[in-house]
């Protein structure tokens, strides 16, 4: 869906007004005056509304309508959002005015209004014709008001993209992609005026209200296991944004949602990693037997890896004794169960990479490809550590080996 505002033409969708305003002359009183914007689905116009500007921060929703086969599929919820939206950012309050028809009351009601006060024999007293819904002549006019959050809360947009960059930063994705995203985000709720810096650990964001009032936030990420099923449902997310089929508090709850997603089961990450032991080991040349020894070295180091996520241990000491289970479990396959029938090279070799940060060492290459140096050269730097604790296990074991006289 999309909408836009017309400035031009606006008599050429009288026929969908008429639809909620059955008297042309009516509509004229506020046509010309009016902000009109136009709901479009599939490139086909479904909804229309008028908005008129009131004293002192009041707005009126004058008209509203969609075509009849239409009805009922939420375009007219979706359309009263938007000016919502639009129009917190210089109101306060938006009235609208309808009949004593309990069904579009209730529609208003269902949208956030609430009762605010009635014009008596509106209808009778400005309609030439009786206007009848469902069944009942329409007699007095029956005013609803919502209020708006006065001044556009840049606050609130601004905490509420951070959020979102935090979980793309915390869950693996690039400094390009946070950054768009809080972009996004903060000009489809009009804070067109900010500014970000974001490193590997932290978001800086600045934005103005456009009354030279200055809002700024600094958000502290620390480093930890990507989650790429989190970041696509933030940039899933991120995309409705932008096209408007979410509100502020929507975005916040769903945000919510998808920062308590779980990772998957601790079988499935243990088969993965052993699975893709045993593939790399072919890729890099390992015989089907290693391949196979690596699978299963894999599956026993993810097991330890897990350990460690769960009882938050350093990123050293889960990496060091990694490399040191991994050399053990070759040693002991080779030796004592294989004698000798492998090299323990093409073992090690698959059975190291669930340990590698490829991940992070990719997203360090980008991000310094797209000039973000400082995150950059962070993420390198932590990638290019996690081989060094990899290769401190992988050799205290093969030296200790050697001292005590074994033969490879």
Request: charged share 20%; glycine share 8%.
């Given at each position: 869906m999309e909408i836009q505002q017309i400035t031009k033409d606006k008599r050429d969708y009288m026929y969908l007004l008429l639809v909620a305003d059955p008297q042309e002359d009516m509509v004229d009183r506020y046509l010309d005056e009016g902000?009109?914007?136009?709901?479009?689905?599939?490139?086909?116009?479904?909804?229309?509304?008028?908005?008129?500007?009131?004293?002192?921060?009041?707005?009126?929703?004058?008209?509203?309508?969609?075509?009849?086969?239409?009805?009922?599929?939420?375009?007219?919820?979706?359309?009263?959002?938007f000016v919502c939206e639009y129009y917190s950012g210089q109101c306060d309050t938006m009235y609208v005015g309808t009949g004593n028809s309990r069904k579009t009351i209730g529609f208003y009601e269902k949208c956030g209004f609430v009762n605010s006060h009635i014009i008596?024999?509106?209808?009778?007293?400005?309609?030439k014709?009786?206007?009848?819904?469902?069944?009942?002549?329409?007699?007095?006019?029956?005013?609803?008001?919502?209020?708006?959050?006065?001044?556009?809360?840049?606050?609130?947009?601004v905490d509420m993209a951070i959020e979102a960059g935090r979980i793309l930063l915390k869950n693996g994705a690039e400094i390009f992609r946070v950054e768009e995203t809080i972009t996004r985000i903060c000009k489809r709720f009009h804070v067109n005026h900010v500014d970000i810096f974001t490193l590997s650990h932290a978001i800086f964001v600045s934005a103005e209200n456009g009354e030279e009032e200055a809002y700024t936030r600094v958000k502290h990420v620390p480093l930890s296991?990507?989650?790429?099923?989190?970041v696509a449902e933030v940039n899933d997310l991120s995309r409705e944004i932008s096209a408007g089929h979410v509100t502020i508090n929507e975005a916040v709850e769903r945000l919510k949602e998808i920062d308590e997603i779980p990772p998957k089961k601790a079988y499935v990450q243990i088969l993965a990693g052993g699975i893709g032991s045993g593939f790399f080991g072919v890729m890099l040349g390992s015989t089907p037997l290693e391949s196979a020894v690596a699978f299963v070295i894999g599956c026993l180091v993810n097991v330890w890896v897990l350990i460690g996520k769960r009882?938050?241990?350093?990123?050293?000491?889960?990496?060091?004794?990694?490399?040191?289970?991994?050399?053990?479990?070759?040693?002991l396959f080779q030796y004592l169960i294989f004698w000798n029938a492998m090299r323990i090279d093409g073992i090690i070799i698959g059975a190291i990479m669930p340990l590698v940060p490829g991940l992070a060492f990719v997203n360090a290459i980008r991000d310094i490809a797209d000039s973000d140096f400082l995150s950059g050269t962070v993420r390198m730097i932590?990638?290019?550590?996690?081989?060094?604790?990899?290769?401190?296990?992988?050799?205290?074991?093969?030296?200790?080996?050697?001292?005590?006289?074994?033969?490879?």
């Open positions: 902000d009109m914007f136009i709901l479009k689905d599939q490139g086909e116009v479904k909804t229309v509304c008028v908005v008129t500007l009131l004293k002192n921060h009041k707005c009126e929703l004058k008209n509203i309508a969609t075509l009849t086969e239409d009805q009922g599929k939420g375009y007219g919820r979706y359309m009263i959002n008596a024999n509106f209808f009778v007293d400005h309609y014709e009786p206007i009848y819904e469902e069944g009942v002549r329409l007699v007095d006019m029956i005013y609803l008001k919502k209020s708006l959050e006065s001044k556009l809360d840049v606050k609130k947009v296991a990507p989650h790429l099923g989190v009882n938050h241990m350093s990123k050293i000491i889960v990496n060091i004794i990694g490399g040191v289970l991994i050399t053990a479990f070759t040693l932590d990638a290019l550590l996690v081989f060094v604790y990899i290769a401190i296990g992988v050799g205290c074991v093969l030296s200790l080996y050697y001292r005590l006289g074994g033969m490879i």
